[in-house]
């Protein structure tokens, strides 16, 4: 990949994070990279004695160690990621259960460009911290959806950061699937992500249908694909789930799962190939 004047998104805001860090301070953390993003980069090549032309590509990825967050790792072969290997990393997970529905997790992420190590992981630690094993559930009541005595999911009817707007919208649009997908807004936006249109509106319980869960859990990630690369370099995991959850919910959780999946995955080198 290779960045310059003009070029925007998440890739952009992890390198001025980066050149921030690295006190070549580039304005607003905007995802934008404009005349004051250029100018610290030229300054940081200046520093490293790099071609000075304010473009970002292999080299100034190098420098500013970036080059596997933005760049990407190299592919990692999935049919490593076996169920036996999973069941050490989703514990208390029936084989049974692991057997049936990894396959399309696998294939989702590798659909969505995701098979690498490390977001094998992250997706197994995802799963992990929002449904416990790799059967996808919907959300249960809980003092955090529900008032008391209010009928079901009420506190999520008119949260208009879900996009949510009637009486009822809170229980329709309750969490489902490996990412427990939320609101009416991520139903629609998603659903037309992984190719379904608006199906996921017209019938919400189709998120919890393996194929359709594993999807979606490798549409949230793929979106943030750089963001979490860049936070599992520095081993930064509560940045890595805040780019799939929003917040710390599940935090233990997740990286409890997400180490134990780090020693249990075995490297590419490993293959032979």
């Known amino acids: 990949m290779v960045l310059r004047r003009g070029s925007t998104g998440e890739a952009v805001r992890v390198l001025q994070r ?3 860090d690295r006190n070549f301070p580039p304005g607003l ?3 934008d990279f404009g005349p004051a993003t250029e100018a610290a980069v030229r300054a940081f090549q200046a520093s490293e004695g790099l071609l000075v032309d304010g473009v970002v590509g292999r080299f100034t990825l190098a420098a500013l160690d ?9 592919p990692y072969d999935l049919s490593l990621v076996t169920p036996r290997l999973v069941s050490e990393i989703v514990l208390f997970e029936h084989v049974g259960t692991i057997q049936r529905n990894l396959p399309a997790i696998l294939e989702a992420l590798e659909a ?12 197994l630690g995802t799963i992990v911290a929002e449904v416990g094993g790799l059967e996808p559930i919907a959300e249960r009541t809980s003092r955090f959806n529900t008032s008391p005595q209010g009928h079901p999911f009420d506190l999520y009817d008119f949260r208009t950061d879900l996009g949510n707007g009637a009486r009822g919208d809170g229980a329709r649009f309750r969490g489902r699937g490996y990412v427990q997908l939320t609101g009416r807004d991520n139903y629609a936006r998603f659903g037309r992500r992984i190719g379904l249109g608006d199906a996921l509106l017209d019938d919400p319980d189709r998120a919890n249908e393996p194929d359709i869960a594993a999807r979606l859990l490798a549409a949230f990630l793929a979106e943030h694909r750089v963001r979490i690369l860049d936070a599992l370099r520095r081993d930064d995991l509560r940045t890595a789930r805040r780019a799939v959850n929003g917040g710390t919910h599940g935090l233990d959780r997740f990286s409890d799962a997400f180490r134990r999946a780090r020693r249990v995955l075995p490297p590419e080198a490993e293959t032979g190939g």
Do not use: K, N, S, W
């Open 18 to 20: 980066r050149l921030e």
């Open 29 to 31: 953390i905007d995802g």
């Open 66 to 74: 970036l080059a596997d967050a933005i760049d990407g790792e190299p």
């Open 112 to 123: 969505f460009d995701l098979a690498t190590r490390d977001l094998v992981a992250m997706a």
